[in-house]
């Protein structure tokens, strides 16, 4: 049902249009199942109030939403905390909301926006392309913090902060290339699922054809993006495979590829070369060190903030910020890197 | 005087404007001669109350706050996982906040209650005694989630969800000795520290002293709860002393522990042990795995949110829960524990 108004959500609920306006405005005089049953009425319609007379009793929440895919990823660990540092400082509340991996994070969001009268959200994590109905769905400014999101809807609607994740896969294999190896196996989910995934295992297939490497469906195991993940999947292509090099899309992955490597008795590197992503602060004390392309994420985390704010106090527009990465060598590629220390084997 | 405010009725009663408010909300905790001495004052002067603004202070938000001491701790995030989950499922929202090291949670939480409205608080991480004076800032149901907090405040006024830090430290020492082993290292913070550190720290001495063994200062290194913390005290232990065993009261530090021991060129557990302290599920997946304490972190976040939801829907008063621990085995302590992969490893 298109164009719904006010008078039809009343209806719906049972309840009268007053009673609507004021959930709508969130008016402290509302049963509490009725504000609930009329905020899930509206949901289920995609129902979106006329947002000039909305706002003329809208009072500033002064809180932005963090929705985050996946809160146990300790890649964002730090981000939120930068993040909710620099709001702070800033004189905004964070309101963090985790979407599990079959939760759609955008729906989340557009109830958050709502029921906590949010001023702008950050997504951290989710996938790289987003319809523009879905997206319009969103009624403050948004930004997604760690994907180079696309859209059908114009680029000025939103802004992005990440890493180009095709360059800098290619980059990473590349490093590998020129080390030697030329079997290189790739832990990463499904090469159709819309996620960085995708986008990191096209730069891993770019850079093989540079070196005329084709593509073998055996030296690519399609993992979850867990320590178990890794581990299982980094066996089997030790098992079955000739690879002298693993490309793990994600630290995680990387150290449970690197036990079951050690497990198996094999030198690293020596006998398999290890490289994660992501640049998580533990690969600095497995041992040996993992090699990992590391994304300056703390300084994405503030820049989320700064764009976010930026727009709803009208100091600028969107815009879309793209980070370089450094590829961090250390022991598990590169054989003089062992036994430096943790610090030391930061360049 | 007409139109009397708030901030009036207190300046003619000589009481803080929240004494006040506590009296007009009818709120328990207000000093009974203050009370009557305050309705007398009201009543004097005609005043009426803004029901408004009373009426929105007292609409029920649905919002538990969650007030995380250290959010890159990995041994929260997890946990925060499971609350919001089943805030989520109670129909309840999660407020999230942080406290660095040097902010006051307490003070912090009492914010958010006002500026949320929070019906409740769960505090994550913390120290272990808490003036009553301090707490009573704090007017809505709270429970510490992780710390057996003591205070001069009746016991009744607030919950706790733990482990019994002393308990299982002896343990965990106590297994250490069986093992054979008489000079062990701790990893921990100063003893003066009113945290989970000074807790633990005494279980250790406890067990030693079981054994007739006298505390060696030498043997115990302060240190933050870091993995650089762990890899450079543990590192110092080992050039140092004599010790064959490593006791590392969080598994961050027994992580840096043991890539300091594997850089030296130690067998482990052959010519050092380490056991650590938590249960995080990194520790699987290290070679060989780290032995480790493991708390049931999520039964004890379910159980967190369990009790401050019963407290507020008047099911239930405060209580204490204490859950035990399960030492698991790993190769960083015995043996034969190697090589049996990051699963099986888990008894």
Known sequence: MANMNIRDIAKLCGVGVSTVSRVLNDHPDVNEETKQKVLRVMREHNY????????????????????????TNPFFSPMIKVIEGELTRRGYAMFLSQADDYEDEIRKAAELQMERRLEGIIFLGGIFHYEKERLSLLEVPFVFATIQVSSDMEGNAYSTISIDDTYEAARATRYLLELGHRRIGVLAG???????????LEGYLQALGEYGIHYDERLHK????????????????????????IFAISDVMAIGAMKAALEMGKKIPEEVAILGFDGL???????????????????????????????????SGHRHSVYPCQIIERGSTHPARQGEGPERGKP
């Open 48 to 71: 979106v109030p006329n947002n000039s007379a909305r706002n003329l009793k809208r009072i500033k929440s002064r809180t932005i939403g963090v929705v985050v895919k996946g809160i």
């Open 190 to 200: 499904a090469f159709e699922e819309q996620s960085i995934n995708r986008l990191r």
């Open 222 to 245: 399609n993992c979850n993006f867990t320590y178990k993940g890794g581990y299982e999947a980094a066996g089997s292509l030790l098992r079955e495979t000739d690879v002298t090099a």
């Open 281 to 315: 602060d533990i690969t600095a004390y497995t041992h040996p060190g993992i090699s990992t392309v590391r994304q300056p994420s703390e300084q994405m985390a503030l820049e989320a903030v700064t764009t976010v704010l930026d727009i709803i106090e009208q100091k």
